[in-house]
């Protein structure tokens, strides 16, 4: 299973453009990347999902670069709500294999 | 989709204890799945619970301290047995409904003293 790599923590403005990066050097053919959203004193909540180039919901995009070695969550005009800790998992499919990682804590400010 | 509730949300326990953690999805899922989480950690997979079958337990995690029921499609507990400080943790139950999403519960706040 690959390894993720994320900042541990951002922080941000109401209204920017976010975007977290997760490095993922040994990434296999078959695994797919995959981010959850958590708030406190709830469970993850899946965000998006994608195996290359660009996959875009009305939540979120990411950008996967051809080597497929890292990936790109984008949040686009974040707001106070976005505040949350977010993860990258990557990994073959079915999702509740794949290991979690320590995730980035986001802090959006006013 | 797949909304997850479970029981009891917090809960304060004596050392030496047991708590059965209740698990409910609004619908009929084949893979159940358990988690425990430290706070400000991150998730560690507990076991699989699988309607018909024997829990599937990770490294780590052995039946007799955390025994599971899976009676029917929609329903599974999780009881954390002679508790110890360290069993502290947040307890959480997650669904596979087959579309490549994974579904999380709210989860179980626990705090042994």
């Known amino acids: 299973l690959a390894k993720t790599t994320q900042p541990i923590s951002m922080d941000s403005y109401e209204g920017q453009e976010v975007n977290i990066t997760c490095s993922h050097n040994?990434?296999?053919?078959?695994?797919?990347i995959t981010w959850y959203q958590q708030f406190p004193s709830q469970g993850p909540r899946f965000i998006i999902q994608?195996?290359?180039?660009?996959v875009t919901n009305e939540v979120a995009s990411l950008f996967i670069p051809a080597d497929r070695k890292s990936s790109t969550l984008s949040l686009p005009r974040v707001s106070l709500s976005d505040t949350a800790v977010y993860y990258c998992l990557v990994g073959d499919l079915p999702l509740y294999q794949l290991i979690w990682g320590a995730g980035t804590k986001l802090i959006i400010k006013p | 989709s797949a909304v997850i509730s479970q029981k009891p949300s917090r809960d304060i326990c004596q050392r030496g204890t047991s708590l059965t953690i209740q698990c409910q999805v609004d619908?009929?899922?084949?893979?159940m799945f358990w988690y425990r989480q430290q706070p400000g950690q991150s998730l560690t997979l507990i076991a699989t619970?699988?309607?018909?079958?024997?829990?599937?337990?990770e490294s780590g995690f052995v039946i007799d301290k955390f025994p599971i029921s899976r009676p029917n499609l929609t329903f599974s507990t999780l009881t954390v047995s002679n508790m110890s400080p360290e069993d502290s943790s947040i307890y959480l139950c997650?669904?596979?409904?087959?579309?490549?999403?994974?579904?999380f519960g709210p989860g179980t706040r626990l705090t042994v003293t």
């Open positions: 040994n990434i296999a053919t078959n695994d797919y």
């Open positions: 619908s009929q899922v084949t893979m």
């Open positions: 997650s669904v596979d409904p087959g579309v490549d999403e994974q579904y």
């Open positions: 619970a699988n309607q018909g079958s024997e829990a599937t337990y």
């Open positions: 994608g195996y290359k180039t660009k």
